[in-house]
């Protein structure tokens, strides 16, 4: 990721829009940020962070994160973010926006959006996925914050972890947990424990089933299924006769039926010709009177609903005209008091000007105390900062004169790490004569092994071989010897299968019954039948017994003991490799030494006395001793110079340049207030105090505030009830006019109403009006009557017809019931047949699943066991996340090795990482004969080296996960721990980067690493305008 452009504005300290250019930075490959504290520095690297992840290192949700990041001057806040990232880099843009609530000041809604840009489309896309900064970049806010843009206070963080937390964070980085697999394993070794104990339930449930009693089902389920057949096809002839008979009934019985509904039909003529005549007398009213009516009572209702809401609007007109005539007395009385106002108005208005000129005459006192005060102390402060000064520049100089005394430690080293080499390799060549002698004591251990393998059992049953045969003639004897046994176990099957044909001959022997057709030769007289004295089974379960003997010596001995000779020839082979190895490595190694003694190339040293270097070493560690004691003196100086300058400009300098600021705005704001005084003198109220002045001000604002709300109120009043009466007393009169048009509408409705009745020979409106009421639904009415005249007609032709179709036709009851009897008989025996089929269908189809269920468990069972085994191994690797940890000392081992690239050269080759067995960090130290310390015991500045180290090889090793052609890596610190020569390896060590075609930042406040940097933004924080940014 390569940030482009951003635009900040109305976050923490940015109140003003400042946009910042990366590109110029970034092609500098190194550039900073620099400024005092509290400048704005790090509020940079917090937009970024938030734009992208919606989350921030110093806030959170509860902290009320939105509410804080806004400028408390601001209304809105502004991030606009863009950058490339992937190997074919491609460009984003993130933006965060938010408004402060008008109604609530803590109240602050943040929106972030992400855009892709389309080249094809020449604009910005909407991205519209979930955590789309994760997704585009690879990387989490976590990991974000530790390989990319570092916040201030977490450059340690990994370094100081202990070995749980830091193989947390590792499985997180690297995805570790895919290696995880305990519990996967464990779960399968329960899944296959359970389906072997089911296979074992499985087996035991299938029952006893042999072939021959399959072969007798499956004949005894064909003479079922014959004799169901012609069961079958003769209840099919006779069902067919009985079907004839029953429809010859039906039309007999239907004849009689309708018989007898046309009598019930005919006796209904006379009650159906009323109905006709009474819905016509319906219809006529219906269609004559039936409107009229209607409208006369529709009259007589607007009439009454227009009489009631004229009462009603009259009695509001006469109570609205009695309060108009009251408000109005009332607005007269207070109009003389309402038109002094405005000279009031001013008299208060000059009360609270003297009010704000008597406050700021008291605070400027107050200021010009404080400045006199504070000048006295600033004096003081500044001359023991001199002498602190003075102190630090002795310190400088003791140092340089002990760097000089310090020998070439990389000489030195060299010659120990020599010696070492050479010691190492005498050791070598001695473990590998330890490692011959072994080597034959193993081969001794093999040889004895193969004799042992002659025993008695097996010289009999392979009386060809010999101990001093090789490996390829036993293997050879072996095989003849399993042909052999496997022939003798065929050679058994046709006897075997000789007496089971005798066993079935003696089962059908013992079935048959004289006059009862043999199943074998269809006779039906059996006068030499087999007899039963033979045993068969016994005979069989003997030869059976034999044969499976045979083929186990074949397949389970015979295998075992070639696996066995396998086993001690591999064991052979692999002492007589080592041999081989041990003898090569012997060579290599006396070569290794002489060309290792041909290496020594120091003249001012012996090749066989490596005490006057160890003594050497030993003074130049004494040497470095002390020059590390001075170095923290100089860094324990150099801090308390820098805190003592911040706090003499921030507590002295500043607060007394502000306080003569706001003496300056004081001054002002007496001048202006004096001269707006209208009305009132100032000398009037000068022993006044600002308490009582202010209870008056504020009581007559009050009273005057009162006095103009009650004639706004009052004189509102009256407009309102003016403009209500007009319209209420023309409504009133529209009402009379309707009610009186109503009236004679209703007469006319009357007049016509008595007219039809006499035309139509009716008594009254009574009568017309009880023949409406009648419930009569016309319609439903005249389709019954229809209904009744059309099935009157059907029944009658129907009748007719059936007459027609039996006509000669004759019913015999005693045919019948014979044919009913035979039906019965049939459906009684094809229904016990039906039940033995399905008996004899099942058995058979029970007893050819459970014999290939049988086949099929012995192989998932043979299957299973073997699988068992291997997730047994599988269960001791994973244990306990063994493998897991393994595999992330793996990863942190890499990263050491890393890290130690430049952490080596950063401490000029006198200390190096290393993990230990609990996989903490230690250091060893190469001026102390190469011991290991606690990392905890490093100074200020070589901790911070050692943290920089990892934190760019942990970076290396998260960005080679995604794909991109350049790396950004940005580090939020303060660097202050580092003295002069430490902050100059830092600096060379930064520079160096580019070469790895990574972008380098900086944040600090260090104005030597200011000095060094070509490429840099300085942040400044003004007092009225906020933090804004230059570039140089």
């Given at each position: 990721m390569i940030p482009v452009k951003l635009i900040l504005q109305g976050i923490q300290s940015y109140r003003e829009k400042q946009e910042i250019d990366f590109s110029q930075l970034t092609a500098a490959g190194l550039f900073g940020i620099f400024g005092k504290v509290g400048s704005g520095k790090s509020t940079v690297l917090e937009a970024i962070t938030f734009v992208l992840y919606g989350d921030t290192e110093r806030l959170n949700n509860r902290e009320n994160r939105s509410y804080n990041l806004m400028n408390l001057r601001s209304d809105r806040l502004y991030i606009d973010l863009v950058f490339r990232t992937g190997h074919n880099p491609t460009t984003y843009r993130f933006v965060a926006e938010g408004k402060r609530s008008g109604k609530h000041f803590d109240q602050v809604k943040i929106d972030r959006k992400a855009y892709q840009w389309m080249p094809e489309l020449n604009d910005w896309s909407p991205i519209a996925a979930e955590n789309p900064a994760e997704k585009i970049i690879?990387?989490?806010?976590?990991?974000?914050?530790?390989?990319?843009?570092?916040?201030q206070g977490r450059f340690q963080e990994f370094i100081e972890l202990r070995d749980a937390d830091r193989t947390r964070m590792m499985k997180e980085l690297f995805q570790l947990e895919r290696f995880e697999l305990s519990d996967r394993v464990k779960r399968l070794m329960n899944r296959t424990e359970n389906e072997l104990q089911h296979i074992d339930g499985q087996r035991k449930s299938l029952g006893?089933?042999?072939?021959?009693?399959?072969?007798?089902?499956?004949?005894?389920?064909?003479?079922?299924?014959?004799?169901?057949?012609?069961?079958?096809?003769?209840?099919?002839?006779?069902?067919?006769?009985?079907?004839?008979?029953?429809?010859?009934?039906?039309?007999?019985?239907?004849?009689?039926?309708?018989?007898?509904?046309?009598?019930?039909?005919?006796?209904?003529?006379?009650?159906?010709?009323?109905?006709?005549?009474?819905?016509?007398?319906?219809?006529?009213?219906?269609?004559?009177?039936?409107?009229?009516?209607?409208?006369?009572?529709?009259?007589?209702?607007?009439?009454?609903?227009?009489?009631?809401?004229?009462?009603?609007?009259?009695?509001?007109?006469?109570?609205?005209?009695d309060t108009l005539t009251k408000n109005q007395y009332a607005l007269d009385e207070l109009r003389p008091a309402h038109e002094k106002c405005s000279q009031s108005l001013v008299e208060i208005d000059d009360m609270k000007t003297i009010i704000t000129l008597k406050k700021a005459e008291t605070e400027r006192n107050t200021l010009q105390k404080r400045i006199e005060d504070g000048k006295e102390k600033f004096r003081l402060r500044q001359g023991a900062l001199k002498d602190r000064k003075t102190s630090y520049g002795k310190l400088k100089e003791n140092k340089a004169a002990l760097r000089n005394q310090l020998p070439d430690v990389t000489v030195l080293l060299e010659i120990r790490n020599w010696f070492d080499r050479k010691e190492g390799l005498l050791k070598e060549k001695e473990a590998l004569k330890t490692q011959a002698n072994d080597i034959v004591k193993k081969e001794k251990i093999s040889v004895d092994a193969k004799s042992a393998l002659f025993t008695e059992e097996i010289l009999k049953l392979l009386p060809q071989i010999s101990r001093e045969q090789s490996f390829e003639t036993i293997y050879e004897q072996i095989d003849i010897a399993r042909r052999q046994l496997t022939q003798q176990a065929e050679a058994l099957n046709p006897e075997i299968l000789h007496l089971n044909t005798q066993k079935a001959l003696q089962q059908y022997a013992g079935a048959l019954q004289d006059g009862e057709p043999c199943p074998l030769c269809g006779a039906e007289h059996h006068p030499h039948t087999l007899t039963a004295d033979t045993d068969y089974n016994a005979l069989i379960r003997q030869l059976q017994q034999r044969q499976e003997q045979l083929k186990t010596t074949a397949a389970h001995t015979l295998g075992q003991l070639e696996r066995q000779f396998s086993k001690v020839e591999k064991d052979l082979a692999l002492v007589q490799s080592q041999k081989q190895e041990v003898k090569k490595y012997w060579d290599t190694k006396a070569e290794e030494i002489r060309a290792h003694e041909a290496l020594f190339k120091w003249e001012n040293a012996d090749a066989t006395d490596r005490k006057p270097v160890d003594l050497a070493l030993e003074q130049a560690k004494s040497l470095q001793g002390t020059l590390n004691e001075v170095e923290k003196q100089l860094e324990t100086e150099e801090k308390g110079i820098q805190q003592d300058e911040i706090e003499l400009k921030?507590?002295?300098?500043?607060?007394?340049?502000?306080?003569?600021?706001?003496?300056?705005?004081?001054?002002?704001?007496?001048?202006?207030?004096?001269?707006?005084?209208?009305?009132?003198?100032?000398?009037?109220?000068?022993?006044?105090?600002?308490?009582?002045?202010?209870?008056?001000?504020?009581?007559?604002?009050?009273?005057?505030?009162?006095?103009?709300?009650?004639?706004?109120?009052?004189?509102?009043?009256?407009?309102?009830?003016?403009?209500?009466?007009?319209?209420l007393r023309g409504e009133i009169a529209g009402l009379k006019t309707n009610i009186a048009n109503h009236q004679i509408d209703l007469k006319k409705i009357t007049d016509e109403i008595r007219s039809l009745l006499h035309a139509n020979q009716l008594a009254s409106e009574e009568s017309v009006a009880e023949i409406l009421g009648w419930k009569l639904d016309a319609v439903r009415e005249r389709e019954v009557i229809a209904d009744f005249d059309r099935n009157l007609f059907a029944l009658r032709k129907e009748r007719d017809d059936l007459q027609h179709t039996t006509k000669d036709q004759k019913l015999d009851p005693e045919l019948y019931a014979a044919l009913l009897k035979e039906i019965e008989l049939l459906e009684q025996s094809i229904e016990k047949w039906t039940g033995e089929l399905g008996r004899?269908?099942?058995?058979?189809?029970?007893?050819?699943?459970?014999?290939?269920?049988?086949?099929?468990?012995?192989?998932?069972?043979?299957?299973?066991?073997?699988?068992?085994?291997?997730?047994?191994?599988?269960?001791?690797?994973?244990?306990?996340?063994?493998?897991?940890?393994?595999?992330?000392?793996?990863?942190?081992?890499?990263?050491?090795?890393?890290?130690?690239?430049?952490?080596?050269?950063?401490?000029?080759?006198?200390?190096?990482?290393?993990?230990?067995?609990?996989?903490?960090?230690?250091?060893?130290?190469?001026?102390?004969?190469?011991?290991?310390?606690?990392?905890?015991?490093?100074?200020?500045?070589?901790?911070?080296?050692?943290?920089?180290?990892?934190?760019?090889?942990?970076?290396?090793?998260?960005?080679?996960?995604?794909?991109?052609?350049?790396?950004?890596?940005?580090?939020?610190?303060?660097?202050?721990?580092?003295?002069?020569?430490?902050?100059?390896?830092?600096?060379?060590?930064?520079?160096?980067?580019?070469?790895?075609?990574?972008v380098v930042g900086v944040i600090s406040h260090v104005e030597e690493m200011q000095q060094e940097i070509d490429r840099y933004l300085h942040i400044t924080n003004d007092e009225e305008r906020g933090s804004f940014v230059r570039l140089f």
């Open positions: 690879g990387l989490s806010y976590e990991n974000f914050k530790r390989t990319v843009i570092i916040p006893d089933v042999t072939p021959e009693v399959y072969a007798q089902t499956k004949t005894d389920l064909q003479n079922a299924q014959t004799l169901l057949k012609q069961g079958k096809e003769q209840l099919t002839r006779k069902q067919n006769e009985e079907k004839a008979i029953e429809a010859l009934m039906k039309l007999f019985n239907r004849l009689l039926e309708i018989e007898e509904e046309i009598k019930k039909a005919e006796a209904q003529t006379e009650l159906f010709q009323q109905r006709r005549q009474r819905l016509q007398q319906f219809e006529q009213c219906q269609l004559s009177f039936k409107p009229l009516f209607d409208r006369k009572q529709d009259i007589a209702t607007y009439i009454r609903r227009d009489t009631e809401k004229q009462e009603v609007l009259q009695k509001a007109f006469d109570t609205l005209q921030e507590k002295y300098e500043k607060p007394i340049e502000k306080f003569g600021q706001e003496i300056a705005s004081l001054d002002g704001t007496i001048q202006q207030a004096t001269r707006q005084l209208k009305v009132l003198r100032l000398e009037e109220y000068s022993n006044a105090d600002v308490p009582t002045l202010e209870n008056r001000a504020q009581k007559r604002e009050e009273e005057l505030k009162s006095l103009i709300q009650q004639f706004e109120r009052l004189d509102i009043t009256v407009r309102k009830q003016r403009d209500e009466i007009g319209p004899l269908t099942d058995t058979e189809q029970k007893q050819a699943r459970q014999l290939q269920q049988q086949a099929e468990l012995l192989a998932q069972k043979a299957a299973l066991e073997l699988r068992q085994t291997d997730l047994k191994t599988l269960e001791k690797l994973f244990k306990g996340s063994g493998f897991v940890n393994y595999v992330s000392s793996v990863y942190l081992q890499n990263l050491c090795n890393q890290a130690n690239a430049r952490f080596h050269r950063m401490t000029r080759q006198q200390l190096q990482l290393e993990i230990n067995e609990s996989n903490n960090f230690q250091v060893r130290d190469l001026l102390n004969d190469g011991k290991t310390r606690a990392l905890n015991t490093l100074s200020g500045g070589q901790k911070f080296q050692a943290a920089l180290s990892l934190a760019l090889a942990l970076a290396d090793n998260v960005n080679s996960q995604i794909t991109s052609q350049e790396n950004f890596f940005f580090l939020d610190e303060g660097f202050g721990s580092l003295d002069r020569e430490s902050l100059q390896t830092v600096f060379d060590t930064l520079k160096s980067l580019r070469k790895e075609n990574r």
